[in-house]
């Protein structure tokens, strides 16, 4: 079975001891008081919470206002610049990118942390359910609408379903955790025809905005079910199914079984990989990376060294609070990769400023 963190004690120490070196990098350029804004998915949002919220009782200079109004949203207003920063659980393609102001240099995308995305449910006095890949695919696409169907039936001999009809919830919003879902569906589903995207064309009619708005129509709705962030059905105590992964194993979503298949993926030089269908025999099936999106030019110091500190704080004293809340740490490996290309945006800041400083 898989551990938590599969490198040895020695090499994690190493990328621990040279992500804390990174972070010595980022010189104090903060002013009295620097405010930071940023909008985006909702999927990392309890954890955004309880990040920001510690780390300003840690930093009196700092505020940060985070806005949960899906990936969609918070990558239009960062293309607007409406935004410091934005949080999107896919990263751009090439048409967001061709959009980005060429005042701002390059985009640059970070993943701080991943998760799980969970088909969570609502059937009284059920709390275990394995659903292999013919009856979560069949749910999301409508072919299995009860839930005593005998493909349900079959991988759950011992319990008791009810005759009652299955209610399918999704996003009715622009999200990362839909394109999140439906990347794995298009990979794992032979009937499935909708695509890929933070929106789709659903067969189903249930739709809730945010994961908090998914989340909470499953709770209210005996025999719902619907794909949301694990922390975000872990906190509202919804019961969440086991599923069949492609090794055809059914594993049950947790943190560690999220973060076995993050870290065995995390293998493009951009940062950016996806994993639609992870191989691993323990590893659970819906996963991903929520990422955020930076300016490479940032009109003041004090905002870039902001920005800076705290995604490098999430990365090393977050660690233990991203855990605590469900989600699935980035490795040292890519935490250190990550301060590297933050070291970059640093870099070209303030020699952008100091351009400007001399003319």
């Known amino acids: 079975m898989f551990t938590r963190n599969q490198f040895s004690p020695l090499t994690r120490s190493a990328s621990l001891a040279a992500l804390m070196v990174g972070m010595a990098a980022c010189t104090s350029q903060i002013s009295s008081k620097t405010p930071l804004n940023g909008a985006g998915a909702s999927l990392p949002a309890p954890l955004y919470e309880l990040w920001f919220s510690q780390y300003e009782q840690q930093n009196s200079g700092i505020r940060i206002d985070y806005e949960s109004v899906g990936s969609g949203a918070g990558i239009e207003q960062f293309l607007a610049q409406e935004v410091d920063f934005a949080a999107t659980d896919v990263p751009l393609n090439a048409d967001e990118i061709a959009q980005f102001p060429e005042e701002r240099g390059d985009v640059i995308q970070v993943p701080v942390v991943g998760s799980a995305v969970v088909l969570a449910y609502n059937l009284e006095d059920i709390k275990a359910l394995q659903l292999s890949r013919d009856a979560y695919c069949g749910i999301a696409t409508g072919e299995i609408s009860n839930w005593n169907d005998?493909?349900?039936?079959?991988?759950?001999?011992?319990?008791?379903?009810?005759?009652?009809?299955?209610?399918?919830?999704?996003?009715?919003d622009s999200s990362g955790t839909t394109y999140m879902f439906t990347n794995h569906m298009n990979a794992a589903c032979d009937?499935?025809?909708?695509?890929?995207?933070?929106?789709?064309?659903?067969?189903?009619?249930?739709?809730?905005?945010?994961?908090?708005?998914?989340?909470?129509?499953?709770?209210?709705?005996?025999?719902?079910?619907?794909?949301?962030?694990?922390?975000?059905?872990?906190?509202?105590?919804?019961?969440m199914a086991s599923l069949e992964n492609q090794a055809g194993f059914f594993v049950e979503p947790s943190p560690n079984s999220a973060e076995l298949a993050i870290e065995l993926s995390e293998t493009a030089h951009d940062l950016t990989a996806t994993m639609p269908d992870p191989s691993q025999v323990d590893a659970y099936p819906i996963v991903g990376l929520t990422y955020m999106l930076l300016y490479e030019n940032y009109e003041d110091a004090a905002t870039a060294e902001a920005i800076c500190n705290v995604i490098k704080w999430a990365l090393t004293d977050g660690r233990l609070m991203a855990d605590a809340l469900g989600y699935a740490p980035l490795s040292p490996e890519i935490a250190l990769q990550v301060t590297e290309m933050l070291d970059t945006l640093e870099i070209d800041q303030v020699a952008s400023s100091q351009a400007v400083a001399s003319r």
């Open 150 to 172: 005998p493909a349900i039936a079959a991988d759950n001999p011992d319990i008791d379903l009810p005759n009652l009809p299955i209610t399918f919830v999704h996003r009715e």
């Open 191 to 239: 009937n499935w025809s909708a695509g890929i995207g933070k929106t789709v064309d659903w067969a189903t009619a249930m739709a809730a905005p945010g994961n908090g708005g998914v989340t909470a129509t499953i709770k209210q709705t005996e025999g719902a079910i619907g794909y949301v962030g694990f922390a975000h059905a872990e906190k509202n105590f919804l019961s």
